[in-house]
């Protein structure tokens, strides 16, 4: 059965450019368009991290059995 990965440098990439953007829309330029553009961005970037995630987790333990 695979485990839980372990966390990586993606991980704290998507973390911290989330909480970025955030900043940005909501503090530096706080207009309606940066807000929706800043959700929209964030919402992509954690498809492709759950994406990645599910792929490591399922395939990551496969790989060190070579």
């Known amino acids: 059965m695979a485990e839980f990965p ?3 440098q993606y991980d704290l990439a998507v973390v ?13 330029y706080p207009t309606h368009l940066v ?3 800043v959700w929209f961005t964030i ?3 954690y ?6 995630f599910a792929y490591r987790w399922t395939y ?7």
């Open 47 to 52: 498809l492709c991290w759950m994406a990645y």
């Open 16 to 28: 911290l450019s989330s909480a970025g953007l955030l900043i940005i829309g909501y503090v530096i």
């Open 60 to 66: 990551d333990d496969e790989e060190k059995d070579f």
């Open 35 to 37: 807000r929706v553009s």
């Open 43 to 45: 919402f992509t970037l």
């Open 6 to 8: 372990s966390l990586d």
